[in-house]
Every structure is written in C-alpha cells, then in structure tokens.
C-alpha cells in the first residue's frame, strides 16, 4: 500500500513545498493538495516547485473539477509539468466542492465529468480527441507516459462514472465498512463497463492523527466529518436516505445538519461541523497511536486499497508526518501481510 498526503495551499508557499520535501524524504509515493483557486493559493504553481525540489513524489489535486478549468487548460497544465520534470502527476478530479460553490455555482453533471475525464487523459497522453466538434490534440506534446485520472465520488451515480471511465476511486473517508460498500459499487460498475476491476486503483484519504489524546484529535478532525456531509447532504436530498443508495453510517448523522461555511472548509476548529458525533470521527479518520494506525491500514489494504492518503489539517502536522515516516510507511505492508 502506498502512502500519500494531502495538503491545503495556504500561504506561504514555502512551507507547502517543505512539507512536500520532507514526505518525499519519508517514502510517501504522492503529494496531494486541495484545488479551490479562492479559498487557497493556486496549486499548479506549487507544483512546478514541488516536482523540481524533490526526486520521487507524484503530485496532483484532489480534486479539480471540469468547470473552474477548461478542459484543454488542465490537460496542457499536466503536460507541460511532465514535460518539464517526467511521468510525476496523476489528475484526481470531481464534480467540483469548495471551488464551485464559494462562487455561487452548482457543482458539474456527471455526464461532463466523465467526458472530460476521457478529454484530460486523452491529450496528456499525446493523443487526439473530438473537443466542442474540433480533433484537437498538443501539437508541441508526444504523450510518453499512460497519464491516468482518479476520479471522486460517493453516490451511486458518481460511483457508476468512475468505475466506467476512470483509472481510480478517490473515496474520501477510512471507514472499513463504507470503504468495503463503496469499492464494489466502482468495481462492478467497471465490470459492466467491460472493464478489468481490478485496474482501477483504490485512493483512500482521511485525515490521520498520531497521538494519544482522543478527544483532542476529534476536535482537531472534525471538521472532516462536516466536510463528507456537504456531499451526502446532497446525496440524500437526491436519492432518499433509507441506506439503499448509500450506507445507513453516511445518511444517519447528518440529520442534525444545518449549513457549511466554505471559508471555514477544511480547517481544524471550525465552527459549524459540531453536529459531526464522535464516533463518525473515529471511524472516518484514523487517530491514536502508531499501532492503530496500522491495524486500520491493514484492514483497508484487505479490501483492495492501494493508497491512502493522509489529510495533513490539525495541529500536529509535524509530528505525525514524522511518525508516518520513521514507524509507519516502513511497516505497514509488513504489517498488513502479517495479519493476513
């Protein structure tokens, strides 16, 4: 299982680009940030920085969406960045969060998320592809490399679109159970698709806290549990909550909902997440000591995960980053196979 992480944008960039030093430093494979161009600085920029002051690291966003950018715009971007430092970038892309909606706008139809998902890959691998009635194509760019797209989603027909058209499943949360549910769904929507299941690589990201003091770390990671409920809020206004659209753990504790400040999203300590209940904290981030955490990376490893990525928004960045480095990327693959 590889091991990633996840970085917000905020200023300076500096500090963006060390932390990304030091994850290359301690064998984490990629380096993710948030792409939400008002709320944080303008990662693509921070990229360049990033892929030129490390040697293995991929980089990417999680998640860009196909209407704050053009499509040719993102694939242009991703093409210069392997053409200047090698195959170092993967697209994690969605329907469009925190980017869309601190604008005033409605995240994108799925029907134009997968068509650009087919347009973005297209082009980054140097092929040509019919863009608004045009065969469009980069004519300074030969595509050397199997570019690929990881697509977000959680409800059922955002599930279907990846597994028929992505390369892989960004599930943002590390909840054993809605990991298993949600797996299935992308995989037998690619069996359909006649795709092979098994090709679509498997991205859980959650916030992970080392530490001892749980009601701490709760505090610092439940802003994420507020953040997972923008998007079922949505799910279940569109499907029902009755847990056959979506699992019952998801649709029951947003119930006591009642709005999201997007210029408080993702921040440790917000103020409008206090409906998120402990235990959706637990189980949807992964706290405690290092020992936890390999027990719960052993159990996502289990279900077919090949990456999960660390969300890096609490108050103990350092450390855990530290503990992940030294104790935890080392072990945990040992780890997983002895338990097996």
Known sequence: ?????????????????????????????????????????????????????????????????????????????????????????VC??????????????????LAEVSRSIEVIRALVR?????????????????????????????????????GSVADGFILQLADVDVTKWMIAHVRDAAAAAGRDPASITICVAAPAYVGDDHEHMRAQCRWFGGMVGNHVAEIV?????DGSSVPQAL???????EGYDYNQHGQAGNTHTQFVPDEIVERFCILGPVSEHLRRLAELR??????????????????TLLAYGEHIIPNVNEHALAKS
Not at 151 to 162: D, N, T, W
Not at 312 to 317: A, G, I, P, V
């Open 1 to 89: 299982m590889d091991i990633g992480i996840v970085l917000q944008t905020d200023p300076p960039a500096r500090q963006v680009i060390e932390y990304a030093k030091r994850a290359d430093a301690f064998g984490f494979s990629h380096v993710w940030t948030f792409d939400s161009h008002v709320l944080w600085q303008e990662p693509y920029v921070i990229y360049s920085q990033i892929l030129g002051q490390t040697e293995r690291v991929m980089v990417g966003p999680m998640v860009t969406n196909p209407g704050t950018r053009d499509w040719t715009v993102t694939a242009s971007l991703f093409a210069t960045l392997d053409e200047m430092f090698g195959p170092r970038t």
């Open 92 to 109: 994690g892309i969605g329907r469009g969060d925190s980017a869309r909606r601190v604008q005033g706008e409605k995240p994108i139809g």
């Open 126 to 162: 140097g092929e040509e592809i019919e863009v608004n009635g045009q065969l469009l194509g980069l004519p300074w760019w030969n595509g050397a490399r199997n570019f690929e797209v990881w697509m977000a989603a959680y409800g059922p027909k955002a599930l279907q679109v990846c």
């Open 237 to 241: 206004g569109r499907y029902g909550g």
């Open 251 to 257: 649709t029951d504790y947003i119930k006591g909902r």
């Open 302 to 319: 289990k279900l077919g995960v090949d990456q999960f990525a660390v969300y890096l928004q609490h108050d103990n960045k350092d450390a």
